[in-house]
């Protein structure tokens, strides 16, 4: 587990004692639990062919991140489309294979 600090202890703290109360109101929280099951619903299948680079690269990150790397796939494509996937200016990014490099396959 990740360390946290005393702020977090302090919060994780009260959470286990049961002292922390929601201040959502009962249609906040059917509206969070309506986006959260409709987010979370996953009835389609969907195949594409990747570089293996760019999959080890993928999978990598998620392995950085903690999570399956299909999961990182669908979480980046539905930022993608909700518009929440920020492009950064002249992002560089650390990739297996350095730009421009052929592949055995080319």
């Given at each position: 587990?990740?360390?946290?600090d ?10 286990e004692k049961?002292?922390?109360?929601s ?6 929280l ?5 986006a959260?099951r409709a987010?979370?619903?996953k ?5 594409i ?5 760019d999959?080890?690269?993928i999978q990598?990150?998620?392995?950085e991140?903690g ?13 993608y489309?909700s518009?929440?996937?920020?492009e950064?200016?002249k ?5 297996s ?10």
């Amino acid at each position: 587990m990740a360390k946290i600090d005393a702020y977090e202890q302090d919060i994780l703290t009260a959470f286990e004692k049961g002292r922390l109360k929601s201040v959502a109101t009962k249609g906040e929280l059917e509206k969070l639990k309506a986006a959260a099951r409709a987010t979370a619903v996953k009835d389609r299948r969907v195949n594409i062919r990747l570089s293996s680079i760019d999959l080890g690269d993928i999978q990598v990150k998620a392995l950085e991140e903690g999570i399956p790397y299909q999961t990182l796939i669908a979480s980046v494509l539905h930022k993608y489309v909700s518009g929440r996937l920020v492009e950064k200016t002249k992002a560089t990014t650390a990739r297996s294979t350095p730009p421009g490099r052929k592949h055995a396959a080319d």
